[in-house]
């Protein structure tokens, strides 16, 4: 199984970023997908994850009404559009197939979001 996140980069606050994730080794399509980001110092967190059958959308608090998950089954994809982004938004954010809420594989490299003015 394996992971490619990219998108990520500088942006200033109030900006936006969307962040794509190929993911090959499994059947995509069978699974919920998850975005899950890691601040230095902390814990990864799940900030969005959707359902693999009903495309259900759901949000961590700190970013509902600001991120956008979205999937396309045909080219195994996730995706991650973030606006509004704080300086509590700066990780490095990474895609997994989810049980819940729990990863199911081995993490990718991820990519880096940075917000800064």
């Known amino acids: 199984v394996q992971y490619a996140e990219s998108g990520g980069g500088l942006v200033q606050p109030g900006g936006s970023l969307r962040l794509s994730c190929a993911a090959s080794?499994?059947?995509?399509?069978?699974?919920?997908m998850g975005w899950f980001r890691q601040a230095p110092g902390k814990e990864r967190e799940l900030v969005a994850t959707?359902?693999?059958?009903?495309?259900?959308?759901n949000y961590a608090d700190s970013v509902k009404g600001r991120f956008t998950i979205a999937r396309d089954n045909t080219r195994n994809t996730v995706f991650l559009h973030m606006t509004s982004l704080t300086p509590e938004d700066p990780a490095v954010y990474y895609c997994?197939?989810?049980?819940?809420?729990?990863?199911?594989?081995?993490w990718g490299q991820g990519t880096q979001v940075t917000v800064s003015s």
């Open positions: 959707i359902d693999w059958n009903t495309w259900r959308t």
């Open positions: 997994n197939a989810v049980l819940g809420t729990t990863p199911v594989h081995s």
């Open positions: 080794g499994f059947i995509f399509s069978s699974f919920a």
